[in-house]
């Protein structure tokens, strides 16, 4: 049983790409549904009121749906369908806690694992019908669901407050610093509990305004400029790079690419997550590096960004709006020669149908009394 466990997950690169090729419709109708809301409101922010707010709905809705998306079908190429359901439900459990897209990864494999296992349990022929259909559903699930909110879900509470703690103590200090570490941790998971750190201290910052003149201190305002670079350098880097040397890329992500460049610009990093599943490994130190870089530059620039939002839709709203582009597109050159260094060509690889297992469940097997 160990050596099956071991050569299924040998095959977890696989396993990554198959979730990933089932959630980037959900990316692209969504992000470029949010970015489409962003953009026609002209205020550089989501729009909260009339029917830009309601499309704007529906772009978040399909953007939230893309972690439990990926989490279950990359179960579900474990392990057939049997992994979907205890795989999705871990990945909205992962998106609820803030765990984000690694956490959706992370319930993804642990319940294709839980499923597999629970398949090589002997169990009597009178219940062997009713395994795949109840007892390994509803147990893999209580056990994937359980590791998710007892196990995963209070350390990333802890490191949330952790985080915040710290960067409160860092602010009076050398922004530049700053601004290497903002811009890094906002690259790092691009919508996860690191992410959500960063961003909600710059908010928070710039959303604390002067009375008498109505807006955030200059220090809070340069602050989120830093913020708003990283934001957009992880997609638009990446959308550049499947342009530029489209070998090392799927079809599927070449075609993400393009949103990735339009969700980008008006500032939802979420369009880099389908490059940084599928790849983690190369794909996030790039990105961590590019922003990192481009948001410390902002800084040292002295850009200032009244607005708690990223991308260059708000560039036409910050000082220094063209010392707020060079410092995007320096980072954005960065990123994108590194990705092009490190990824490797990819493979056309030719997939086989998947057979039919003895416990698949399929509705004719019901009998309807």
Known sequence: MLNELGDLLKDTKKHLMTGVSYMIPFVVAGGVLLALSVLFSGKSAVPTTGSLAKLATIGSSGLSLMVPILSGYIAYSMTD????????????????????????????LLAGIVVFLLRKIKVP????????????????TIIVGGFM???????I??????LTNWLNGLKSGNTVVLGLILGAMIASDMGGPINKVAYSFAVAMVGTVNPATGL?????MIIMAGVGVAICIPPLSLGLAS???????????????????????????????????????????????????????TMLFGSENPAPWGGWIV??????????????????????????????????????????????????DLEIL
């Open 81 to 108: 369908r049997p992994g979907l359901a205890p795989g999705i439900i871990g990945g909205y459990l992962a998106n609820q806690i803030g765990a984000g897209f690694i956490g959706g990864i992370i319930s993804g």
């Open 125 to 140: 022929k009178s219940i062997q019908s009713i395994m795949p259909i109840f007892v390994i559903p509803l147990v893999s």
């Open 149 to 155: 909110e007892w196990v995963i879900g209070i350390p």
């Open 157 to 162: 509470a802890n490191l949330m407050k952790t």
């Open 216 to 220: 955030a201190s200059k220090s809070a």
């Open 243 to 297: 342009i530029i040397a489209p070998k090392k890329f799927t079809n599927e992500e070449r075609e993400t690419g393009k949103s990735a460049i339009m969700m980008g610009l008006v500032g939802i990093s979420e369009g880099a997550i389908p490059f940084a599943a599928g790849d983690p490994l190369r794909v996030i130190p790039c990105n961590m590096i590019g922003s990192a870089i481009g948001s410390a530059l």
């Open 315 to 364: 560039a036409l709203v910050t000082k220094k709006p063209w010392l707020y582009l060079l410092a995007s597109l320096i980072g954005i050159a960065i990123t994108t020669i590194l990705i092009i260094l490190c990824k490797k060509e990819v493979k056309t690889v030719t997939t086989k149908p998947k057979e039919t297992s003895n416990d698949d469940f399929e509705l004719d």
